[in-house]
């Protein structure tokens, strides 16, 4: 729904970048459509539902820290 037939991610089976190509989606549509964010809140709680998936899944990446450093900045910014 959030994505256009152009947009949309090719590959099935990569879950993560599906779900990210969504959530950059909503981030620009924040403010401009009903498909955006309506509050940063909920930018984090995509982000924390992608970290816990991650963790059970795949443990001992390193792409937690990365989100854990995305999710620490959109709490400390929101969408400033």
Request: no cysteine.
């Amino acid at each position: 729904v959030y994505l256009t037939e152009e947009k949309k991610w090719p590959n099935q089976t990569e879950v993560y970048r599906r779900a990210f190509a969504i959530m950059i989606e909503r981030v620009e549509q924040a403010g401009k459509s009903s498909a955006g964010y309506q509050s940063s809140d909920e930018l984090l709680a995509d982000l924390l539902m992608i970290k816990r998936s991650l963790a059970m899944h795949h443990p001992a990446r390193n792409e937690l820290k990365i989100i854990q450093k995305l999710i620490r900045q959109v709490q400390l910014f929101g969408f400033h």
